[in-house]
């Protein structure tokens, strides 16, 4: 179980301590992957996979010249992955740390991933130790929006004054979030769970 939820360290999109940009997708049906995006002005091909054994394909795009990574922060990154019918579709990583929907058009329910890799002095520095490894796993399954009695969407600050002290009174060790961007206006759409 541990390796496996560490997988995001090996597949997506990660900066290597060179400053070079490695990236590994698990697609068995493709036939051919490239990364695309606003560092590349949306060129198709230009970066292309390598393909491995078992699914899995490989890119690495070296640091520029001047040592920089090669993707900015914040960029839009798509894959561009031809299929086995040789059609191209575009995705975006299963393994993407940050995903919009695009604002410019509120019709618009497909989510652009963003490269995420803050300078230094713009990254998080967590400010409490590390929680000592529980014994067991005891899971919490919770969506925020559906927290609420009170028949509407309840908000993240109402889940942590209300739901995260009842989870932790019933010594929960983990908690399993699902996404805020399940609820589409008909329903539920289970997009995924976070950890």
Not at 35 to 64: C, E, R, V, Y
Not at 149 to 162: L, P, R
């Amino acid at each position: 179980m541990e390796q496996f939820s560490r997988s995001y360290e090996q597949y997506g999109i990660n900066v290597a301590a060179d400053g070079s940009v490695v990236c590994r997708e698990w697609a068995p049906g493709a036939v051919e992957v490239y990364l695309t995006g606003d560092f590349n002005g949306w060129n198709k091909t230009q970066h292309a996979f390598k393909q491995g054994s078992f699914g899995k394909w490989d890119l690495i795009i070296p640091p520029n010249g001047d040592g920089n990574i090669p993707i900015a922060h914040g960029s839009i990154v798509k894959l561009n992955i031809k299929t086995k019918s040789g059609q191209f579709v575009e995705r975006i990583s299963p393994w993407i740390r940050y995903a919009i929907r695009p604002k410019n058009d509120p019709k618009n329910f497909t989510y652009d991933g963003i490269f995420w890799h803050p300078p230094p002095k713009e990254q998080y520095i967590f400010k409490h130790a590390r929680p000592k490894r529980p014994e067991g796993l005891r899971i919490y399954e919770a969506h925020v929006g559906i927290s609420s009695h009170e028949g509407k969407i309840a908000s993240y600050n109402h889940f942590t004054d209300n739901v995260l002290p009842r989870i932790k009174r019933q010594g929960k060790t983990q908690i399993n979030l699902g996404f805020s961007s399940e609820v589409i206006s008909q329903g539920f759409v289970r997009l995924g769970w976070v950890s």
